[in-house]
């Protein structure tokens, strides 16, 4: 999709010094990707303590093996 924006010259110069061998839209493709990236991490890491994400997968892996020890000791 082609489109027209107006971005600071001197932060484009720094970009394209960043990503060195890619076109101007390869490089602002890859900065886009990049931000998004970041907000999407972001956004899961405030979910942390949420109970919706749980960042110690340790412990619930730990939880969920004995679980499964309890299960297999029923059968």
Known sequence: MRTTIVIDEDMI?????????????????????DYLWRKRVAAFKALAGSQLVDLDWR????????????????R
């Open 59 to 74: 412990e619930a892996e730990r939880q969920e093996l004995k679980s499964l020890k309890r299960h297999d000791r029923k």
């Open 13 to 33: 110069d720094e970009l394209m010094r960043v990503e060195r061998g890619v076109t101007r839209s390869e490089a602002i493709r890859r900065a886009v990707q």
